[in-house]
């Protein structure tokens, strides 16, 4: 079998990895969260646009699948876990904390690398994923803890350093989490079947305008509070 390495949507799955490596290097070498988190925006974009073009030039390939995971796992999995580490040491302590515990709890941000491997892993070999997810998408993941990571540095929110460690918790067990999560590709154009799409879509905008800075992080829990809820009620339907 030939192995096509350099076909386009395989360069833009590395620009992704590329982008991701340089935002681990702006986090640990220069603590430049918001350029950190620019380069996490580019690689959501090739991200999305890999995938895109595979499609479009009819050229998937396994590798390709394989390809993309491993991308994903610097971009959104190493790169808000490397955030949340930085960010930790530059916070204060709501408790007086012993030195031991406190590098502990530290190094416990690093949880949603780990998680977000399972959940990049389950992704691969889960086919009820094609049209929703289940768990937290590691891109959105990302964009969260990165996002909070970088109003902190900023001044712009008060976190204590036990509050980042429930962060990195919390959001390591979304990835994993059951809650099925809906998918941002549309059935054609119409509203019906789209309904949740648009809605989203349009309180998203409205989010953008009123809170700018904070826009990103706001969206993100509008997300996964949605998917919940929507969850629930089909389990209940169930």
């Given at each position: 079998?030939?192995?096509?390495?350099?076909?386009?949507?395989?360069?833009?799955?590395?620009?992704?990895?590329?982008c991701?490596?340089?935002?681990?290097?702006?986090?640990?070498?220069?603590s430049?969260?918001?350029?950190?988190?620019?380069?996490?925006?580019?690689?959501a974009?090739?991200d999305?646009?890999?995938?895109?073009?595979?499609?479009?030039?009819?050229?998937?390939?396994?590798?390709?699948?394989?390809?993309?995971s491993?991308?994903?796992m610097?971009?959104?999995?190493?790169?808000?876990?490397?955030?949340?580490?930085?960010?930790?040491?530059?916070?204060?302590?709501?408790?007086?904390l012993?030195?031991?515990?406190?590098?502990v709890?530290?190094?416990?941000?690093?949880?949603?690398?780990?998680?977000?491997a399972?959940?990049?892993?389950?992704f691969?070999i889960?086919?009820?994923?094609?049209t929703?997810?289940?768990?937290?998408?590691t891109?959105?993941?990302?964009?969260?803890?990165?996002?909070?990571?970088?109003?902190?540095?900023?001044?712009?929110?008060?976190?204590?350093?036990?509050?980042?460690?429930?962060?990195?918790v919390?959001?390591?067990?979304?990835?994993?989490?059951p809650?099925?999560?809906?998918a941002?590709?549309?059935?054609?154009?119409?509203?019906?079947?789209?309904?949740?799409?648009?809605?989203?879509?349009?309180?998203?905008?409205?989010?953008?305008?009123?809170?700018?800075?904070?826009?990103?992080?706001?969206?993100?829990?509008?997300?996964?509070?949605i998917?919940?809820?929507?969850?629930?009620?089909n389990?209940?339907?169930?």
């Amino acid at each position: 079998m030939k192995i096509r390495l350099f076909t386009i949507p395989n360069m833009l799955t590395l620009g992704n990895l590329l982008c991701g490596s340089a935002a681990v290097v702006a986090l640990l070498a220069h603590s430049n969260y918001e350029l950190a988190f620019w380069l996490m925006i580019a690689s959501a974009v090739c991200d999305f646009f890999d995938g895109f073009a595979a499609r479009l030039l009819k050229i998937s390939s396994p590798l390709g699948v394989q390809l993309d995971s491993l991308a994903d796992m610097v971009s959104f999995g190493l790169v808000p876990s490397v955030a949340l580490f930085c960010i930790y040491d530059t916070l204060p302590a709501s408790v007086e904390l012993s030195d031991t515990l406190s590098v502990v709890l530290r190094y416990l941000t690093f949880i949603v690398v780990a998680f977000s491997a399972l959940r990049l892993a389950k992704f691969n070999i889960d086919d009820t994923q094609h049209t929703e997810f289940c768990g937290l998408p590691t891109p959105a993941n990302g964009l969260f803890c990165l996002s909070l990571a970088m109003l902190a540095a900023a001044g712009d929110i008060a976190l204590t350093r036990e509050a980042v460690v429930a962060v990195a918790v919390v959001m390591a067990f979304m990835l994993i989490s059951p809650v099925r999560m809906f998918a941002l590709k549309f059935k054609g154009f119409g509203w019906k079947g789209n309904e949740i799409r648009y809605i989203f879509i349009l309180a998203c905008v409205a989010i953008v305008a009123l809170f700018a800075r904070f826009a990103v992080p706001a969206i993100i829990l509008l997300y996964m509070a949605i998917s919940v809820v929507r969850w629930a009620i089909n389990l209940r339907k169930e």
